[in-house]
């Protein structure tokens, strides 16, 4: 059985004084964290816990079978606390914020980004559920949404004013924050767009007829979203963005690929 968890389309207002991060950036091979707190950002070397968690591989199979909890969820877009009562309320974690499924299977997908103000938290709840998680014998999959892709690609269309100041205050763009040094963005990188979890296909979006006849194995699939990171391209609803699983959705996979 699969449960859907619906969150709203409330968005954050925007703040003045705001805090955010942290961010952990390589810099000449040493790992820096950056931190923002009323408008002051410090930036300083990390030595937290985190370092051993900075190259992250990807998954041998986007296949899984026998599982006998799944929770889905998808475009939390910067809302944390909707995001953490859905999950409290249906018991995948509990109010510290911890794992509390077991072997069960949650799955986000896409848009943890852009339109809210609290997208950095979110992604470090996800980031610690999975540790957690995977030590109790379950799984968190966070797959890729148009939004995923498009702040990969720096398009900062849609972020919340908050992470603007955050850019500026940073000296960086969006494609800089996320690069291939941010663990952050070393650890969206490794991330699969399709998987299937018993009879269940999960994904952002859905699947066209284009993509069924390359007939792919899912993880052929995801090596070849996985190189679309690196298009330059500022409009992502053009190719490959335009017709089929991440955007009715997402990349035809038939203009891009062959």
């Not at 949650?106 to 848009?111: F, R, S």
């Not at 799984?139 to 908050?162: A, F, Q, S, T």
């Amino acid at each position: 059985m699969i449960t859907f968890l619906l969150p709203s389309n409330l968005v954050a207002a925007t703040t003045t004084v705001y805090s955010d991060g942290l961010y952990l950036i390589e810099q000449d091979k040493q790992l820096q964290r950056y931190d923002i707190k009323d408008n002051q950002l410090s930036v300083m070397p990390y030595t937290g816990g985190l370092g051993e968690v900075t190259r992250f591989d990807v998954s041998p199979s986007d296949s899984y079978y026998a599982v006998s909890k799944i929770a889905a969820i998808s475009d939390i877009h910067g809302q944390i606390e909707i995001f953490k009562q859905l999950l409290i309320n249906n018991g995948v974690i509990d109010k510290a914020l911890n794992w509390r499924w077991d072997r069960g299977h949650l799955v986000i997908t896409g848009d943890i980004f852009d339109r809210g103000d609290t997208v950095t938290e979110a992604l470090w709840l996800v980031f610690k559920l999975e540790q957690q998680a995977k030590a109790a014998g379950g799984k968190v999959h966070y797959l890729l949404g148009n939004h995923e892709y498009m702040v990969l690609r720096g398009d900062d269309r849609y972020i919340h004013d908050k992470y603007q100041q955050t850019l500026a205050l940073m000296s960086m763009d969006l494609k800089q924050l996320f690069n291939e040094y941010s663990t952050l963005g070393q650890w969206l990188r490794s991330k699969s767009t399709v998987i299937k979890i018993n009879d269940y296909v999960l994904m952002h979006g859905g699947i066209h007829q284009g993509f069924l006849d390359l007939n792919l194995s899912l993880e052929h699939a995801n090596a070849m979203f996985r190189q679309t990171y690196w298009s330059v391209k500022k409009d992502a609803q053009g190719a490959p963005f335009n017709e089929g699983t991440l955007w009715t959705h997402g990349p035809d996979l038939v203009s891009w690929f062959l």
